[in-house]
């Protein structure tokens, strides 16, 4: 049995802010003095990011216009944990619908009521009933469709969704199953000068993604799932994390990551790929989580990768920046789009990091139906 990625859709929030324009938020929000002004704006320069998207228009206005946060010198009161999932549940279900609809948009003979499985995927917000459940309704699904959530995992958790989705499948061979990343990362923004806090600042974004898998290619280009490969750098355990605080959730993220992704990529990469008739030299197609600039550079050098081998996640890294779980699926696209006949059963090589430490891998591989490949 196997399972195929037939279709990939993507959203982002109307609100597309220049990088720049963020930092400038951020030094004001921080009261920070002219040479730690500097500082900031020197980091976000470097981040090979040019914009990012909001469900908030605070970021895009001066204090006195904003409408979430306070317009007081010091933000204060804070936003409270309860007002942030206010606005999360208010967004987070339209994004995902559009994602869902863009997918399927570009797949005939896929229908809504055809779904058999939805997985949501979110570390961002939660709430019960949950956006499984307001996605059912509003998409008009059957109501018997089987639902799992997938919570609270991070950067990491389109991987953890896909290997359900690839047991689905791989079970049921009529399954039609949809798996949404929805993540919204920008309001959960905290008043921290730790160089932790401002590095997280300067890279999260928002968007969803939504991916459909079943048991069988669909008309034209598919990526056929090979296999998987998980291991966890426990002396990163403290370096990457996300709590839920009284004033939001406070992501922790320190300069020390890649690292750590470097010394156990390697690792990794091998232990996937034992016992495949593949080895890292023959690959050619990549689709990395683009945790940060500095993640890519270092899993470059270690896998002996040129940028342009990674240039999917630059590309989604400089148009969105780090979107945490729905990333990934964002840099798949890319490269699907991507894709010619000349490509047929070309393997491709994914990551995607989180807290843990955690260190995922896949390995898909090209698939034109016969009637496409000349």
């Known amino acids: 049995m196997k399972s195929y990625i037939c279709g990939i859709g993507t959203a982002n929030p109307p609100h597309k802010i220049p990088q720049m324009q963020v930092a400038d938020f951020m030094a004001a929000a921080l009261s920070l003095d002219a040479q730690g002004s500097r500082k900031l704006k020197a980091l976000y320069r470097v981040s090979g990011i040019a914009q990012r998207f909001s469900v908030l228009e605070d970021y895009t206005r001066q204090n006195g216009d904003y409408t979430f946060y306070p317009n007081t010198p010091d933000l204060e009161p804070f936003p409270t944990v309860q007002q942030r999932m206010e606005v999360y549940r208010k967004h987070a279900v339209d994004l995902s619908e559009q994602a869902v609809r863009n997918c399927l948009g570009q797949l005939s003979g896929v229908q809504l009521q055809d779904l058999t499985h939805l997985i949501t995927v979110s570390c961002t917000g939660m709430y019960a009933p949950g956006l499984d459940i307001e996605l059912v309704e509003r998409l008009e699904l059957n109501t018997c469709v089987q639902r799992t959530a997938v919570n609270f995992m991070g950067c ?98 320190s300069s020390y990551v890649p690292d750590l992704i470097k010394s156990g990529i390697r690792q990794l990469t091998e232990r996937l790929l034992q016992g495949l008739k593949t080895t890292v030299s023959e690959i050619k197609l990549f689709a990395i989580h683009p945790g940060g600039r500095r993640i ?25 920046g780090n979107m945490s779980s729905a990333t990934v699926l964002f840099v798949l696209r890319d490269l699907m789009e991507s894709l010619t006949t000349q490509e047929q059963n070309e393997p491709v090589l994914s990551f995607a990091f989180g807290p843990g430490l955690t260190l995922e891998s896949m390995l898909l591989k090209v698939h034109y139906a016969e009637a496409t490949v000349v």
């Open 156 to 253: 990491y958790a389109a991987f953890n969704a896909i290997k359900l989705a690839d047991s689905i499948c791989k079970a049921d061979p009529e399954a039609r199953v949809m798996l949404v990343c929805t993540e919204i990362c920008t309001i959960h923004f905290q008043k921290h000068a730790e160089q932790d806090h401002i590095v997280s600042n300067a890279l999260f974004g928002d968007g969803a993604a939504a991916v459909l898998m079943q048991g069988k290619p669909c008309q034209e280009v598919s990526l056929e799932l090979q296999s998987f490969h998980c291991d966890l750098a426990p002396a990163g355990k403290r370096e990457m994390a996300w709590h839920i605080g009284d004033t939001g959730f406070e992501m922790t993220l």
């Open 296 to 320: 890519l550079e270092v899993i470059e050098q270690e896998l002996g990768m040129s940028r342009n081998d990674n240039r999917f996640a630059y590309q989604v890294l400089h148009k969105f």
